[in-house]
């Protein structure tokens, strides 16, 4: 993928990459802020890796320097109504995942540069975070005049605990990438420009499991989050009978039996 500006305006470029969803955040010459066309073209290729049973993870990352320097105000605040603000088509999934249908499969996310508030945001929806050791972070929203509306709120203090979350919420200070990995906002911390290849080792590695296993553990753990344990210890049963009766089971128990590698379907 290339870092320059597309002709074509494309704010989001999607590549397949076996089982793994390429999702690159393409507006470097902005810094990957985010207009109206960038959060629409984002909520549409979540839905495609939703919807797509050849795809099993997504890689979230972005060209250039920087992750995102956060919403492009001067397009958006026009945008926002009495209702909020709506970019999310009928096939679409909103990546913040604070309205419409969840997504049901995992994403990994590689950062680099500056990271601010709506990265921070995604990143807190999705499941493991690679960071480059220059990545600097910031959830800036309350020196803006407005809070953070796409889940920080919800997630931020589950993640990291209150006070770390509030530490950053609500100074609006910008912090580096120790202490996102101190505080557990991201998962490792890797040398500049290597944090793609580290994050696509891992899309890679989860995608090689068995996908309805790895969907049903990530539902029941975000059941729990969403509903309690009771919830969550009520499924576990249920699923489990629901998995242990799929193609991929069997598949794995030969593979455990003969040593081999199991090559799973989704079936």
């Known amino acids: 993928m290339t870092d320059s500006p597309r002709p074509d305006g494309a704010r989001i470029v999607t590549e397949r990459c076996g089982h793994v969803l390429l999702i690159q955040l393409h507006r470097p010459e902005k810094r990957n802020a985010a207009d109206f066309s960038m959060l629409q073209q984002l909520s549409s290729a979540y839905g495609e890796l939703d919807s797509d049973p050849e795809l099993r993870v997504g890689l979230v990352h972005a060209a250039g320097d920087h992750f995102t320097a956060g919403l492009d105000l001067a397009d958006i605040g026009p945008r926002i109504t009495e209702s909020g603000i709506d970019y999310v088509d009928h096939d679409g999934i909103n990546p913040w995942q604070v309205s ?3 997504l049901s499969k995992p994403v990994v ?12 945001e995604l990143m807190l929806a999705s499941d493991i975070v690679v960071a480059a050791n220059s990545t600097r972070f910031g959830q800036l929203e309350v020196s803006r005049g407005i809070l953070p509306f796409g889940g920080a709120t919800l997630r931020f203090p589950r993640a990291v605990g209150w006070g770390n979350a509030m530490r950053w919420i609500l100074t609006g200070d910008m912090f580096d990438a120790a202490e996102a990995l101190r505080i557990g906002l991201v998962q490792e911390v890797v040398p500049e420009g290597t944090q793609f290849e580290r994050a696509l080792e891992l899309a890679e590695r989860v995608a090689a499991q068995a996908p309805l296993a790895v969907q049903a553990a990530l539902a029941n753990a975000r059941l729990a989050v969403r509903s309690g344990d009771a919830a969550a210890e009520a499924e576990l049963q249920p699923a489990l009978v629901r998995l242990a009766s799929s193609d991929d089971a069997r598949v794995g128990l030969e593979a455990f039996a003969t040593r081999t590698t199991a090559r799973f379907t989704g079936h």
């Open 100 to 102: 419409g249908r969840s």
């Open 109 to 120: 996310m590689a950062v680099q540069g500056i990271c601010l508030t709506l990265g921070i």
